[in-house]
């Protein structure tokens, strides 16, 4: 049995930005539970987001679709449409708050899911303030709510165990 994911944030996708090439970033404010008081901002385009996913769930489920929503599907065409994007930013945390609730997910790639988190970070001060989160939590400073039902409780909670 899978061990219960003691540490918990919760993801708003912000907004969308064009980028260089025609892509699209989502600005991302990862805030920690269950008392806020810390919040980082992360950056990443869907492809990132995609393939961090892929790499993640393709060796942990045989039938991804079983235990997660269906990850947003790619648009060729018109994928800067505002009401695409905004479907989009929809679907995108629909899936990484069912994605970062999942203990396999959580016990299997704690490391993958943090390396993340730093490589997207929006902003210098943003790497700081997870680095924070991370030493705080290794010392045993920050303790997140634990068991699934304390998670699914918590609204639009993603959880990390570091």
Same mark, same amino acid.
């Given at each position: ?16 930005? /064009?980028? &260089? =090439? /025609? ?9 920690? *539970?269950?008392?806020?008081? *810390?919040?980082?901002?992360?950056? &990443? ?5 995609? @393939?961090? @996913? ?11 679709? @079983?235990? *997660? ?8 065409? #018109? #994928?800067? &449409? ?20 999942? +203990? ?14 730093? +490589?997207?970070?929006? =902003? ?15 010392? /045993? ?5 634990? /068991? ?6 918590? @609204? ?5 165990? *570091?």
């Amino acid at each position: 049995m899978e061990q219960p994911p003691d540490y918990a944030f919760k993801i708003e996708i912000l907004d969308s930005a /064009g980028k &260089d =090439e /025609g892509s699209i970033v989502y600005n991302i404010k990862v805030t920690t *539970l269950p008392n806020s008081q *810390l919040w980082f901002m992360i950056k &990443d385009r869907y492809s990132v987001m995609r @393939s961090f @996913s892929e790499d993640i769930v393709k060796p942990l489920f045989k039938d991804p679709a @079983s235990v *997660l929503p269906p990850f947003p599907e790619k648009k060729f065409f #018109g #994928g800067s &449409d505002p009401k695409f994007l905004e479907q989009r930013k929809h679907q995108l945390a629909v899936y990484f708050n069912e994605f970062f609730v999942n +203990e396999r997910i959580l016990n299997h790639a704690r490391a993958k899911i943090l390396e993340y988190f730093m +490589e997207s970070a929006a =902003e210098d001060l943003d790497r700081v303030k997870i680095q924070k989160l991370i030493e705080q939590h290794n010392k /045993g400073l920050v303790k997140m709510p634990s /068991g699934d039902n304390q998670l699914k409780a918590a @609204s639009s909670a993603q959880v990390i165990k *570091l």
